[in-house]
């Protein structure tokens, strides 16, 4: 069994617990020791039962000294490329949620996360540390590089690529060929028609351009 931990202790953390408690029915492949999060004030505190045991130093050192598999599930993309980057001794895993419908055909990275109900076709590659929210569909032959997120209910069409550390906010559709460039957000429920700029705020339908707020 792997030892495994879950980095984060907000909503999102939770969908992971129970891919991880899923997967381990059909496979007994994990232990989770517990949740990080660099608030201490909640250590201690639990998530769906599971103790958050300490912040990102304590695994740091942990992990220097044994194997450690883990999962960053923290919805902010410029969040988990810090903490990625931090703590390079980790092994990171990629969760796929049993209820997802994935081609053979696809090219992941590294601490990724497939939520239930996502649908993926052929010749998808993903890079690290993205995730693909519940829900969502991919058409064929899409791109999604490191820290992309995908909130729930996205429609992202064939030949779609999306950068590094875009958002696509729920219920939003790109149409097929597109390029979301790096540091791009989606509003949710945008209808991206146009290829878009890079670092961005993009809304509405179709989806026009906007400046980005620092907190989104
Ligand atoms: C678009 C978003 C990033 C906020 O953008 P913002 O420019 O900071 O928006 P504000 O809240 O300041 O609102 C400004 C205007 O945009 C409108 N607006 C907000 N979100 C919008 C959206 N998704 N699409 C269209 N218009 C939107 C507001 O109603 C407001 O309109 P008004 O000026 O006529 O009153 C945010 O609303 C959003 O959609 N985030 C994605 C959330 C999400 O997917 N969460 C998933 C959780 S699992």
Not at 40 to 68: M, R
Not at 73 to 101: F, T
Request: glycine fraction near 12%; charged fraction near 20%; proline fraction near 2%.
């Amino acid at each position: 069994m792997k030892d495994i931990v879950v980095i984060g202790s907000g909503g999102f953390s939770k969908q992971v617990i129970e891919i991880i408690e899923q997967l381990n029915l059909i496979n007994e492949e994990y232990k989770l020791l517990g949740i990080i999060d660099d608030n201490k004030s909640l250590v201690g505190t639990y998530v769906l039962g599971y103790e958050v045991i300490g912040d990102t130093d304590y695994i740091k050192q942990f992990s220097e000294q044994k194997n450690i598999y883990g999962v960053i599930a923290i919805a902010d993309g410029g969040v988990r490329k810090e903490i990625s980057k931090k703590l390079n001794g980790v092994q990171w895993v990629n969760l796929i949620h049993p209820s997802a419908v994935v081609s053979d055909y696809i090219k992941i990275g590294e601490g990724n996360i497939i939520c239930a109900g996502v649908v993926i076709n052929p010749d998808f590659q993903m890079g690290n540390h993205s995730h693909i929210n519940i829900g969502t569909t991919l058409g064929h032959d899409v791109t999604m590089l490191e820290y992309v997120t995908v909130m729930p209910g996205s429609r992202i069409s064939g030949n779609v690529t999306l950068k590094s550390n875009t958002m696509v906010g729920t219920g939003s559709t790109v149409i097929q060929g597109l390029t979301i460039e790096d540091n791009v957000v989606l509003g949710a429920g945008a209808v991206v028609t146009k290829n878009t700029e890079p670092n961005y705020l993009y809304k509405g339908v179709p989806a026009k351009r906007y400046s980005k707020k620092k907190s989104i």
